[in-house]
């Protein structure tokens, strides 16, 4: 198939990329594969809004419902730290139906970055329920807790996902069940890209903590909900202050923001 054709080619030109308008070619369609762009077109593919109105049946739904814009931050983020030699392994805290994290993997075999590690990190049971004991600021969210459509994924969907797309292999590595349980434990030192989408602050508070440190100089933290869930933000904000990190804070669209670690 065309994937081993590349990567045959990309043994012999180590760090070589096909020509430009082929390399870009190729991740484009990969990225309207996961909107499901080409069957369901429309505002909500490019920013990522409204997504609830307008999805499908199960058997039809995409694999994001992040946009394009938030595609093209992880395209950038990812092809950065491969130009700029940040070493580490990507992961994406919340994966729904994986197609974030397939575009990633994506783009590391079509550089032939095929050492780099990505994980998917989700309880494929949802969102968990909010426990204002501890984070009390989850308070707003009692209720937004129970989305069917979060619901509506497993891990071996997502396998099959990767496998179509002929994108499994050792190095896609899925980290089933809820991140007090799954993040502690992660088989990496070093990511270069740590994109969360947890929604709640007890989700984003516990990814930051066990992950934060890991990611190397320049490495990239992307926010998916910090405009568009108030937990997710005051989590965020927190952390960053406890921590006195001053990194500028970068919009993507109107909820997605990311920052490069100094």
């Not at 990511?191 to 516990?206: F, H, N, P």
Request: aromatic share 10%; glycine share 6%.
């Amino acid at each position: 198939m065309i994937y081993n054709l590349y990567r045959k080619f990309l043994k012999k030109l180590p760090k070589r990329r096909l020509h430009q308008a082929v390399y870009q070619k190729y991740i484009e369609l990969i990225k309207a594969t996961v909107l499901n762009s080409v069957y369901y077109p429309g505002e909500h593919v490019k920013d990522g809004r409204h997504w609830s109105s307008k999805l499908p049946e199960k058997s039809q739904r995409p694999m994001s419902m992040v946009g394009m814009k938030r595609l093209d931050n992880i395209q950038m983020s990812v092809e950065t730290v491969i130009t700029e030699n940040i070493k580490g392994d990507l992961i994406e805290t919340g994966v729904w139906r994986g197609g974030s994290v397939l575009l990633m993997k994506a783009i590391l075999v079509a550089n032939n970055e095929i050492e780099r590690k990505v994980f998917l990190a989700d309880s494929f049971q949802g969102i968990p329920a909010v426990d204002l004991d501890t984070y009390p600021d989850d308070a707003i969210h009692v209720g937004s807790d129970k989305m069917p459509v979060l619901e509506d994924n497993s891990a071996s969907d997502v396998r099959e996902f990767f496998e179509k797309m002929e994108l499994l292999d050792d190095n896609v590595i899925f980290l089933e069940g809820w991140f007090e349980d799954t993040l502690p434990t992660i088989a990496t030192n070093s990511i270069a890209v740590l994109r969360l989408d947890g929604d709640i602050y007890k989700s984003t508070w516990e990814a930051l903590i066990n992950l934060y440190d890991k990611v190397s100089s320049g490495g990239f933290i992307i926010i998916d909900d910090y405009y568009s869930w108030e937990g997710c933000r005051k989590a965020v904000d927190d952390f960053r202050s406890k921590n006195g990190i001053d990194e500028k804070i970068i919009d993507v669209d109107w909820t997605c923001v990311y920052w490069r670690k100094s």
